[in-house]
Nanobody, 124 residues
Framework: QVQLVESGGGLVQAGGSLRLSCAAS????????MGWFRQAPGKEREVVAT????????YYADSVQGRFTISRGNAKNTVYLQMNSLKPEDTAVYYC?????????????????WGQGTQVTVSS
């Protein structure tokens, strides 16, 4: 059973930084794509960034390109989302997701496993 547990959310001022973590367990994830998504109140869930667990092949939404970085920890089954230069419009619940695939999915419905989400609030 795949489990994804996010942490690291919180309240930060505009221009600040946060690092989200996603602890993954229950599988060997070599054939998986990991994704970070977010959902703001009244809006649909949208992709933020994705990467292959085995490395490389990253994707970023235009709105976060150059500010956010997705990466994987070497020693632990953890995926990170480093968020810099945060803006009020980045305020949302952020979710970690996973799917076993050789494709590069960016739509939420393509992902099979989800964490519980972590709130990120950016004040102006």
């Amino acid at each position: 059973q795949v489990q994804l547990v996010e942490s690291g959310g919180g309240l930060v001022q505009a221009g600040g930084s946060l690092r989200l973590s996603c602890a993954a367990s229950g599988r060997t994830f070599n054939d998986y794509v990991m994704g970070w998504f977010r959902q703001a109140p009244g809006k649909e869930r949208e992709v933020v960034a994705t990467m292959r667990w085995s490395g490389g092949s990253t994707y970023y939404a235009d709105s976060v390109q150059g500010r956010f970085t997705i990466s994987r920890g070497n020693a632990k089954n953890t995926v990170y989302l480093q968020m810099n230069s945060l803006k009020p419009e980045d305020t949302a619940v952020y979710y970690c997701a996973a799917v076993r695939t050789f494709a590069k999915p960016t739509t939420p419905r393509a992902y099979d496993y989800w964490g519980q989400g972590t709130q990120v609030t950016v004040s102006s």
